[in-house]
Every structure is written in C-alpha cells, then in structure tokens.
C-alpha cells in the first residue's frame, strides 16, 4: 500500500531550528527522514525520526538517491542561504510536492519564493515594524504555527531577564517551553562612522546569558505560550 505523503516529512538541516522541527513532526505522527551532512548529529539523531541521512543536500546526484518518492513535504532549515537555495531548486526539480524553507533575510525569502518554494519562514523581521509594535504592546509576540496546537513565538524579553542564563529562566520546567535562539540587535560602525545595526539570530547554550532587548525564540504548545506571555 501507498504511504501517505502528507505525513512524509524531510527536514534537511538539523541545526537548533531543524532539530525542532523533526523532533516536533515525529511527536505528532509524522514519518520524518531527518538529513545533514554532519556525521556527529546524524548518529545523535537517528533514533529521534524514521530515518537519519548524511548526505550533502546541495549534491543533486547524492540528493537524487535518497528515497524521498513518498516525502510530500521537505522542510529547508539550513541557515545557509547558499545551501537553501540550491537544496530548494534540487528538490522542486526531484519533485517533491511541497517546498518550506527557511528564510534569513527578505531578499533570501523572495528568491526562495521565486524558485519555486512553496512556503517560506522569515525569521528577521524588520526592525522599524518591530520597534513600533513593542511600543504599543511590549509583550506582543509574533509566532509561525508549526502544527495545529503547537507554535515557534518571538517574546521580547522583560528587564528581568536581563543579565540571566538561559537555564535561570528555567522555561522548560516551569511552562515546558523550548529556547531555540535568541535574535540580538547589534550596533557597529561603518568606514564613515555611520552607524549599522545588525540582526543576529544566536542558539544559545543553557549557560549563555541574555542582554537587554534580546528576543527570545520559544517553541512549545500554544496554552503554554499563552501562559508565559500573561506572566511575564
């Protein structure tokens, strides 16, 4: 009998966000093949999903041996815009039914769009749009539902957090929450003296401690979220 490719994921990438993602899928029924080209994670991760790869995914004739027929939906997770893009056209052009990728940027998310993904996830958010709705609601989360009762949310973090660890917020054991980044706005200079503000997306360690107005990337069951959002 014919599997089912609505519940045949491929998640290619298994970094923070990719590992998410399998881990998130499997957990709700989902078949997942889970691919890198990091031998150390794959044989972490093997007995997570329905199968491990280490394979490169931006190789089209390694990627053209894989058995991905029944995999109707192929999850892009790299934070590599080079290997997203290239990993997407391979697989539009396997004929994978259905294409989400990872986006880092807006540019980065346009021409995944144009090559033929299907879904894109922009985790940079502009920056003016997020000044202006924080000061309207500093506790406004913006979130990406990753099934039906379970979401990746972006929270700006309280005063309180600031100057703390990852694992002093204890979030996992007080709202069965998962950090799996933080972003951080940073300020530089140009040749002229201008200032640069930058973006940067952090996976964070349980030690690592946070800064003032960085902003948390949790993911859990939407109750959960709810709940932490009304107490912080």
Sequence with gaps: MAKNKSKVFAVFGLGA?????AEVLT???GQVIAVDNNPDVIDEFKNKVSS???LDSTNERALAKAPLEDVGTAVIAFDDMEKSIVATVLLKKLGVPHILARAISEIHAQVLRQIGANEVINLQEDEGR??????ITPETMESVALTESMSLAEFYIPDTFAGKR???LA????FSLRVIGVKRIETSLDTEGNPVRTENLLFFTAEDTLQDDDILLLVGKNDDLQQFKQEI
Aim: proline share 0%; glycine share 8%; charged share 30%.
């Design 27 to 29: 957990a709700r029924g």
């Design 166 to 168: 990852i694992s002093d």
């Design 17 to 21: 966000f990719g590992q998410v993602i």
């Design 130 to 135: 997020r000044i202006a709705v924080r000061l």
């Design 52 to 54: 491990a790869l280490l």
């Design 171 to 174: 979030l996992e054991e007080k």
